[in-house]
């Protein structure tokens, strides 16, 4: 459907004014991102992140955003003998731009020793989003690793 045809649909759905011009820019959700090649999701950043030779895990969330609607903050946690760095935080960004487009590129690379995780080795996002926003993150009762929340917190 043309956009003249239905003029309201694409600006209650993925368009929203920015800043004082009211220019209407893409919403970008990264739950799932739907672009002209395909489905894209937060596993597959994760796994751009972890196919970097430092990386052993890696976890993607998405931030308010005032401009993009979201935008990405990505946790490392590196494999034993690799240190954190500037250098690094700049790679794994680049990486993810490079794969992905320039507008995925995350906001944010933070490296911490661990994730929180549940007993069945799932990486809980909500509670990494919560934490890092500085909101209360619920049920934290089937988590493996409590420590990991405080890390979080810290590299926030």
């Not at 893409?26 to 030779?53: C, D, K, M, T, Y």
């Amino acid at each position: 459907m043309p956009y003249t045809a239905a003029p309201n649909r694409y600006d209650a759905m993925q368009y929203r004014p920015c800043g004082k011009t009211g220019l209407k820019l893409p919403v970008i959700s990264l739950g799932l991102w739907q672009n002209f090649g395909g489905s894209r999701s937060i596993a597959e950043v994760e796994s751009i992140l972890v196919a970097h030779p430092d990386v052993n895990e890696a976890a993607a969330i998405g931030v308010p955003d005032e401009i993009k609607g979201e935008e990405l903050v990505c946790f490392c946690v590196l494999k034993p003998g690799h240190l954190p760095g500037e250098t690094l935080r700049a790679e794994l960004k680049a990486r993810v731009a490079g794969a992905l487009g320039k507008p995925f590129a995350p906001r944010e690379v933070k490296f911490v020793r661990g994730l929180p995780k549940t007993r069945n080795a799932k990486v809980m996002r909500r509670v990494v989003r919560a934490v890092y926003l500085g909101r209360d993150p619920g049920d934290v009762s089937s988590l493996e690793n409590p420590a990991a929340i405080d890390e979080i917190r810290q590299a926030g």
